[in-house]
C-alpha cells in the first residue's frame, strides 16, 4: 500500500499569512494527488485535483505543487474561514484509499 | 450534482453491529462509485472500503474484513454500510463519499457524516 506522510502535523499562523503543507508520498504517485479542507462537525471538501488543478468555487489563493512523490498545498494569503484541517489523499493505486494523517492549522 | 444523505446518529454497547444508510439523489447509485470513510476522535481520515470499477466489485480496507459489509438497493438508490464486532475504538464519523475514479480518483460528494458512538 502506497502511505501518504504529511508535514507538519499542526501549524499555528496568522491572518494573511503564506502557510505551506507538504505531503510525501511512500513511491511515486504522479499527479493522481487530492487535497481536504475538514472543519469541524463538517465533511471534508475537496480543494485541489490532479495534484496542481483547483476544484470550482474554491478561491484562488489556494494552489498545488509537485509530482512523483513530492506535494505541497499553499494558502497565499491566510484568511478567517482557512483554520481548518486539511488532508492529502492518493489515488494512483487503488485499493486502498490512502490518506495523509492530516494538518491542523491553528490561529 | 450528486446528493448523500445519511442516517442518523447511532449508539451502540461493544460487540453489536451498526448499520448506516445513504441516500443518493441526484444520480442513480448505478451510476456511482459510493465508498465509506470515517474520522475517529483526534484522527485522521480513515477508509473503509466501497465498490471499485475496476475490480466490478466491493472491495474492503484490510483492517476491515470480516468486520463490514457494504451493500446498494438500487430501488432504493441507498447504499448500506454495516460494521460489527465493534469496539470502543470504532467510534468515529462515518461518511458515505462519490469517488470519481475518471477523474483523479477524486472524493467530490459527501453524505453529512453519520457518529456512531460505542460505549457500555
Known amino acids: 500500500d502506497i502511505q501518504m506522510t504529511q508535514s507538519p502535523s499542526s501549524l499555528s499562523a496568522s491572518v494573511g499569512d503564506r502557510v505551506t503543507i507538504t505531503c510525501r508520498a511512500s513511491e511515486s504517485i504522479t499527479t493522481y494527488l487530492n487535497w481536504y479542507q475538514q472543519k469541524p462537525g463538517k465533511a471534508p471538501h475537496l480543494l485541489i485535483y490532479?495534484?496542481?488543478r483547483l476544484q470550482s468555487g474554491v478561491p484562488s489563493r489556494f494552489s498545488g505543487d509537485g509530482g512523483g512523490t513530492d506535494f505541497t498545498l499553499t494558502i497565499s494569503s491566510l484568511q478567517p474561514e482557512d483554520f481548518a484541517t486539511y488532508y492529502c489523499q492518493q489515488s494512483y493505486i487503488t485499493p486502498p484509499i490512502t490518506f495523509g494523517q492530516g494538518t491542523r492549522l491553528d490561529i | 450534482q450528486v446528493q448523500l444523505v445519511q442516517s442518523g446518529a447511532e449508539v451502540k454497547k461493544p460487540g453489536a453491529s451498526v448499520k448506516v444508510s445513504c441516500q443518493v439523489s441526484?444520480?442513480?447509485?448505478?451510476?456511482?462509485?459510493i465508498h465509506w470513510v470515517r474520522r475517529a476522535p483526534g484522527k485522521g481520515l480513515e477508509w473503509l472500503g466501497g465498490f471499485h470499477p475496476e475490480d466490478g466489485e466491493t472491495i474492503y480496507a484490510q483492517k476491515f474484513q470480516g468486520r463490514v459489509t457494504m451493500t446498494e438497493d438500487t430501488s432504493t438508490d441507498t447504499a448500506y454500510m454495516e460494521l460489527g464486532s465493534l469496539r470502543s475504538d470504532d467510534t468515529a464519523v462515518y461518511y458515505c463519499?462519490?469517488?470519481?475514479?475518471?477523474?483523479?480518483?477524486?472524493?467530490?460528494?459527501w453524505g453529512q457524516g453519520t457518529l456512531v458512538t460505542v460505549s457500555s
Open positions: 441526484g444520480y442513480t447509485l448505478t451510476e456511482l462509485s
Open positions: 463519499v462519490h469517488i470519481d475514479f475518471d477523474d483523479y480518483g477524486t472524493l467530490d460528494s
Open positions: 490532479g495534484a496542481t
